[in-house]
C-alpha cells in the first residue's frame, strides 16, 4: 500500500474517494475536488485504477473513476489512512 501511495496527491486522491465511495467522477472533476493539475491528477487516477485502489468507467468521450468494492483493499486503505493526517 505505501508503493502505491508515494505521494501526497495518490493520499489525497485516495482520502477523497474513500471519504466519497459512492462518487464516480472525471479527471477534471476530481483536480477540482483536489485542487491540483488535471494532467497530474489524470496519471495518478491512472496509478489507483493500476493498484485495483479505483475502477475506470470508459466512455468513447470521458473516463469516470470510482473507489473499489473489494472489501479487503478498501480496509487496507482505511488503516492505512487512520496512520496519517489530513492533508
Same mark, same amino acid.
Given at each position: ?11 489525497k486522491?485516495v ?5 466519497? @465511495?459512492?462518487s464516480?467522477?472525471t479527471?477534471r472533476?476530481?483536480?477540482t ?6 494532467n497530474?491528477?489524470? @496519471? ?5 485504477v ?13 473516463t469516470g ?13 482505511? @488503516? ?6 489530513p492533508?
Amino acid at each position: 500500500m505505501d508503493k502505491t501511495l508515494n505521494s501526497p496527491l495518490h493520499v489525497k486522491i485516495v482520502r477523497f474517494f474513500h471519504e466519497n @465511495q459512492s462518487s464516480i467522477d472525471t479527471p477534471r472533476g476530481v483536480s477540482t475536488w483536489v485542487r491540483e493539475d488535471r494532467n497530474r491528477v489524470r @496519471q495518478v487516477l491512472e496509478d489507483l485504477v493500476s493498484a485495483r485502489i479505483l475502477v475506470a468507467h470508459r466512455s468513447s468521450s470521458t473516463t469516470g473513476y470510482g473507489y473499489t468494492r473489494n472489501a479487503k483493499i478498501v480496509n487496507k486503505i482505511e @488503516q492505512f489512512l487512520k496512520k496519517r493526517k489530513p492533508s
